[in-house]
C-alpha cells in the first residue's frame, strides 16, 4: 500500500504565531495522530519563496484508503472547526493531498 500524505500550509498574523505554534504542537497535531493510521507530522515553518504561506504541515497516513477516510471523517471536520474557532480570523490555509509513487 502507497503512504498517503495530507499537506496543509498557512499563513498566521505576526501577534497569533506564538498561539497558534503552542496550539499546533500541543492540542492540534495530538489530535490528528489519535486517529488510526495516521502515522506521523512534521512542521515547517518557511525560509524563503514566492507564496503568502509561513507554515507548513505534513500528515503521514499508512495508505491511500486510510488518507481517504480521513478526509471524509467527523474526525477531520472536528479538527477543522477547532482550527477555525481558535484562528479562523487570523489565519488562511490550504490543503493538499498525495499519494507515494516512489519508492
Same mark, same amino acid.
Given at each position: 500500500?502507497?503512504?498517503?500524505?495530507?499537506?496543509?500550509?498557512?499563513?498566521?498574523?505576526? %501577534? *497569533?504565531?506564538?498561539?497558534?505554534?503552542?496550539?499546533? +504542537?500541543? #492540542? +492540534?497535531?495530538?489530535d490528528?495522530?489519535?486517529?488510526?493510521? &495516521?502515522?506521523s507530522?512534521?512542521?515547517?515553518?518557511?525560509?524563503f519563496?514566492p507564496?503568502?504561506?509561513?507554515?507548513?504541515? *505534513?500528515?503521514?497516513? #499508512?495508505? *491511500?484508503?486510510?488518507?481517504e477516510?480521513?478526509? &471524509?471523517?467527523? +474526525?477531520?471536520?472536528?479538527?477543522? #472547526?477547532?482550527? %477555525?474557532? +481558535?484562528?479562523?480570523?487570523?489565519?488562511?490555509?490550504?490543503?493538499?493531498?498525495?499519494? *507515494?509513487?516512489?519508492?
Amino acid at each position: 500500500m502507497a503512504v498517503g500524505l495530507f499537506v496543509v500550509r498557512a499563513t498566521i498574523t505576526k %501577534d *497569533q504565531e506564538a498561539a497558534f505554534n503552542a496550539w499546533y +504542537h500541543e #492540542a +492540534h497535531i495530538p489530535d490528528v495522530l489519535k486517529y488510526k493510521g &495516521a502515522v506521523s507530522a512534521r512542521r515547517y515553518k518557511k525560509l524563503f519563496g514566492p507564496d503568502k504561506y509561513d507554515y507548513m504541515v *505534513q500528515y503521514e497516513f #499508512a495508505s *491511500q484508503e486510510v488518507f481517504e477516510a480521513f478526509m &471524509a471523517s467527523d +474526525h477531520l471536520k472536528a479538527l477543522k #472547526a477547532d482550527y %477555525d474557532k +481558535h484562528f479562523g480570523t487570523t489565519s488562511e490555509r490550504d490543503g493538499f493531498g498525495y499519494v *507515494q509513487v516512489w519508492p
